[in-house]
Nanobody, 126 residues
Framework: VQLQASGGGLVQAGGSLRLSCAVS????????VAWFRQAPGKEREFVSA????????LYADSVKGRFTISRDNAKNTVYLQMNTLKPEDAAVYYC????????????????????WGQGTQVTVSS
């Protein structure tokens, strides 16, 4: 199983980025996927998750209304559209996956996920 995160970069505060997480080596439609982020000196924190069907999503309060998670099961890819970025959103963003027991399961704890990508850096200038 491999997760490849991409799309990070440098953006001004108020700008937008779209992250992608390409999943290979598994039946993608059976896996729920989440995004986490980790800033220097801080714990890795939950950002958003999407169920294996895409019917259910979950967001951290800090990104609700600004970030949107989606998935394209035909392309084995999950996206994180990030709008109105703030300096505090700067971090390394990781995607993670785990097998989902049903179409609606979404989880926010990092220890629920057993497959992780390598991370992509997001930098937000003020």
């Amino acid at each position: 199983v491999q997760l490849q995160a991409s799309g990070g970069g440098l953006v001004q505060a108020g700008g937008s980025l779209r992250l992608s997480c390409a999943v290979s080596g598994v039946a993608f439609g059976n896996y729920l996927v989440a995004w986490f982020r980790q800033a220097p000196g801080k714990e890795r924190e939950f950002v958003s998750a999407i169920s294996r069907s895409g019917s259910d999503t979950l967001y951290a309060d800090s990104v609700k209304g600004r970030f949107t998670i989606s998935r394209d099961n035909a392309k084995n890819t999950v996206y994180l559209q990030m709008n109105t970025l703030k300096p505090e959103d700067a971090a390394v963003y990781y995607c993670a996956a785990r097998w989902g027991v049903d179409d609606t399961l979404v989880l926010r704890t990092r220890y629920s996920y057993n497959v992780w990508g390598q991370g992509t850096q997001v930098t937000v200038s003020s």
